[in-house]
C-alpha cells in the first residue's frame, strides 16, 4: 500500500513558477513510476509528466521545455517543477504511483495561473 501526498500549488501569474511535491509512504518507491497527471475543468485527466524507475523522462507536447520532473528516491519524494507557467496549466494536478497491476493517486493540488 503507498499513500501519496501532493503540496506546492497555489496562485500564480502567468510566466511565473512553481514547485509540486509528491511524498510517497510506504516501501519500496524506487520501483514505482512516478507521473504528474492534471485535470482541468470539463476535461479529462491528462498526462503531464512521467518519470520512471529508471529516471527516464516523458511530457506532454504541451509542456516540454517549461516542466521538469525529477525524483528523490532516498525522501521518497517526486517533483515538478513547472515554469513559464500558462492560464492554459490551470487545473488539479495529481501525482500516480504505478508498478505491474498496482497504481495509487493522491488527493490532488490545485494551480491557478492568472494575473
Known amino acids: 500500500q503507498v499513500q501519496i501526498v501532493e503540496s506546492g500549488g497555489g496562485l500564480v501569474q502567468p510566466g511565473g513558477s512553481l514547485r509540486l511535491s509528491c511524498a510517497a509512504s510506504g516501501s519500496d518507491f524506487s520501483f514505482y513510476a512516478m507521473g504528474w497527471y492534471r485535470q482541468a475543468p470539463g476535461k479529462q485527466r491528462e498526462l503531464v509528466a512521467h518519470i520512471n524507475t529508471m529516471y527516464y523522462t516523458t511530457y506532454a507536447n504541451s509542456v516540454k521545455g517549461r516542466f521538469t520532473i525529477s525524483r528523490d528516491n532516498a525522501k521518497s519524494t517526486v517533483y515538478l517543477q513547472m515554469n513559464g507557467l500558462k492560464p492554459e496549466d490551470t487545473a488539479v494536478y495529481y501525482c500516480?504511483?504505478?508498478?505491474?497491476?498496482?497504481?495509487?493517486w493522491g488527493q490532488g493540488t490545485q494551480v491557478t495561473v492568472s494575473s
Open positions: 500516480n504511483a504505478a508498478r505491474r497491476s498496482d497504481e495509487y
